[in-house]
């Protein structure tokens, strides 16, 4: 006896679209002994009807306007992949609306209207699949919520942009300066031509957003998040972290503590020798501390059509499994049950705490690094190493320093007066330090 297939409707055939076609089709025997029914492509929308794709869109409806998909169309599920967040919600929304389950790939959308979303999705009772919104083909989004359910997560730190990934890299490695590297990184197609979502770190606060919010069972809060991107690192600064045992990576960091949640994305410095330093080029990487498992790291491809897609057939295979199952089955969105979901206070970045990295850039003066570590000392803050570089033709002395732990707020002070001292030639470069 034939079971009728699961009918998916595809909003966007861009790579990832494209790659969910691929993945259905090309694995359609084992996605089928899965599921118990093919799960097949009967809706497309795209801007261009008339463009070519690399796959096949044979049996396929295609339209140019996703609404008539996701208000419209005779399908089982809708999964959206157009990007964005206005006309996004509006699509999602619409589909929900309908009693359609959805799966989106779509990380912005999420973290900004996210709550809505699971909020509607929970009325009516059907399944938002979002795995592939945070690091593309790695399966972190369920290993949190399902592998981990077990433990209480302590912490996460994740690599979650391959943009940032790779520009660091090549810095690194070719010791470029950080716009010849985004320029390398664009001609390859890993940046976008606007890159400031990904270099200013707005992309990785997404992911990290949603990461945060299942980890600790708290509701999706963007605005909470520090963020800084990539743009202050320099060839100098690489270099001397290299020098001091350490590598430089953007990360985004979630941690949970007595006095609340640390949200924050940033430029860190981890020693040389940690699985996380070793991560290179545009791969991804997300480290967990739970307290029954310990640390426990997920590696992989963060973005790309297939790997993307990868996540987001995983979801469909779960939309497939969970229809006709009544709401209080199916998986929380946010891993813990609705009215278990509890505001956590975000702190402040002034009250983290961390070790910190500072590089200053002085004149060759006698009494330098005396007044440097006066200063550190008087606002009690330890050194854990130190680097002296003297001046060689003509350019500056350069100091640089590793701190003990210590709250923000104090190392700002410390900063501040730093600056104020008169053998000071450029502003001060910093960065926090992590070990995990």
């Known amino acids: 006896m034939s079971v009728a297939p699961l009918r998916v409707g595809l909003l966007g055939l861009g790579t990832v679209g494209q790659g969910v076609i691929r993945v259905l089709q090309r694995n359609a025997d084992e996605i089928t002994r899965r599921v118990g029914r093919p799960v097949v492509v009967t809706h497309a929308s795209a801007r261009d009807t008339s463009k070519a794709r690399e796959v096949s869109l044979e049996g396929i409806t295609i339209l140019t306007?996703?609404?008539?998909?996701?208000?419209?169309?005779?399908?089982?599920?809708?999964?959206?992949?157009?990007?964005?967040?206005?006309?996004?919600?509006?699509?999602?929304?619409?589909?929900?609306?309908?009693?359609?389950?959805?799966?989106?790939?779509?990380?912005?959308?999420?973290?900004l209207e996210g709550?809505?979303?699971?909020?509607?999705?929970?009325?009516k009772g059907v399944l938002v699949g979002f795995e592939a919104a945070v690091a593309g083909g790695i399966p972190v989004i369920k290993a949190i919520r399902e592998g981990l359910a077990g433990n209480r997560i302590e912490a996460l730190a994740g690599i979650i942009n391959g943009t940032c990934n790779y520009i660091l890299t090549q810095m690194t490695e070719k010791g470029q300066a950080f716009a010849d590297a985004?320029?390398?990184?664009?001609?390859?197609?890993y940046a976008e031509a606007d890159p400031t979502f990904d270099v200013e770190g707005v992309d990785a606060a997404h992911k990290l957003t949603i990461l945060a919010s299942i980890a600790f069972g708290m509701p999706l809060n963007f605005d909470a998040v520090a963020v800084e991107g990539i743009t202050k690192v320099t060839p100098q600064d690489i270099k001397i972290a290299q020098a001091l045992g350490y590598r430089i990576k953007h990360l985004g960091i979630a941690k949970r503590t007595d006095s609340g949640a640390e949200l924050?994305?940033?430029?860190?410095?981890?020693?040389?020798?940690?699985?996380?330093?070793?991560v290179d080029g545009v791969l991804n990487t997300v480290l967990l501390q739970g307290d029954a498992v310990g640390q426990m790291g997920l590696y992989g491809r963060g973005a790309g059509g297939d790997a993307t897609a990868s996540a987001v057939v995983a979801d469909l295979v779960d939309v497939a499994r969970s229809i006709g199952a009544e709401a209080r089955h199916l998986v929380p969105a946010l891993a813990f049950q609705p009215d278990a979901v509890r505001a956590l206070p975000v702190l402040p970045l002034d009250q983290v705490a961390s070790a910190h990295y500072l590089r200053i850039n002085v004149a060759d003066?006698?009494?330098?690094?005396?007044?440097?570590?006066?200063?550190?000392?008087?606002?009690?803050?330890?050194?854990e190493a130190i680097l002296q570089k003297e001046p060689r033709g003509g350019e500056d002395a350069t100091v640089a320093v590793i701190t003990s732990v210590i709250p923000e707020s104090r190392f700002n002070q410390a900063v501040a007066r730093v600056r104020s001292l008169p053998f000071v030639r450029e502003d001060v470069s910093r960065f926090r330090v992590e070990h995990f």
Do not use: C
Request: glycine share 6%; hydrophobic share 55%; net charge negative.
């Open 115 to 123: 709550n809505a979303v699971f909020s509607a999705a929970r009325e």
């Open 182 to 189: 985004l320029a390398d990184a664009q001609r390859l197609g």
């Open 264 to 278: 924050r994305v940033h430029a860190t410095l981890i020693p040389e020798d940690k699985l996380i330093a070793k």
């Open 365 to 383: 003066e006698t009494g330098v690094l005396k007044a440097i570590t006066a200063i550190l000392a008087e606002l009690d803050i330890s050194i």
């Open 65 to 111: 306007d996703p609404m008539d998909i996701a208000a419209k169309a005779d399908v089982d599920v809708v999964v959206e992949l157009i990007g964005g967040t206005t006309y996004a919600r509006d699509l999602v929304l619409a589909a929900i609306a309908r009693g359609k389950p959805v799966v989106t790939a779509n990380k912005a959308l999420l973290a």
